[in-house]
């Protein structure tokens, strides 16, 4: 990631993403860790500040969040990507199996509004779908 990233957090996101402003006005959720990333119900995005995008599998980006700073293992995980919950909630089954935490999705688009009021979909039909993990990997 390059100096325009938040590279000290489980954020990623860069500082010219709407949603790295937005993202500061969101409420804590009380015993939850709030992982902040581009994403769909097949895997997560990294945007750089020129908005070019890199595609991460499962396993890469668990790699990544293993290694970040500010990430507390074994802390419960709202993960707060795009369609993570969606389906099988793949991403967010493969986090929640990997460090053996439940994980909170959202089932379809996440919107977060300039107030950090949060919807799920365009419709707001969307749920926070929770994930308990079935198997820890090695």
Not at 61 to 67: A, N, S, V, Y
Not at 107 to 119: E, F, R, S
Request: charged letters at 25%; glycine letters at 10%; aromatic letters at 8%.
């Amino acid at each position: 990631m390059n100096g325009d990233a938040v590279e000290l957090s489980p954020r990623f996101l860069n500082k010219h993403d709407q949603l790295y402003k937005n993202i500061e006005q969101v409420k804590p959720l009380e015993g939850y860790q709030d992982i902040v990333c581009h994403g769909d119900a097949y895997g997560f995005v990294i945007r750089n500040a020129d908005g070019v995008e890199t595609h991460l599998t499962l396993r890469e980006f668990g790699e990544i969040l293993q290694q970040t700073p500010g990430f507390e293992k074994g802390k419960p995980i709202r993960l707060m990507a795009c369609e993570a919950g969606a389906g099988d909630g793949l991403p967010a089954q493969y986090i929640a199996d990997l460090f053996g935490v439940e994980v909170l999705a959202p089932t379809d688009i996440l919107i977060v509004a300039p107030d950090g009021t949060m919807k799920i979909g365009k419709n707001n039909d969307g749920v926070w779908k929770k994930f308990e993990p079935r198997r820890k990997f090695q």
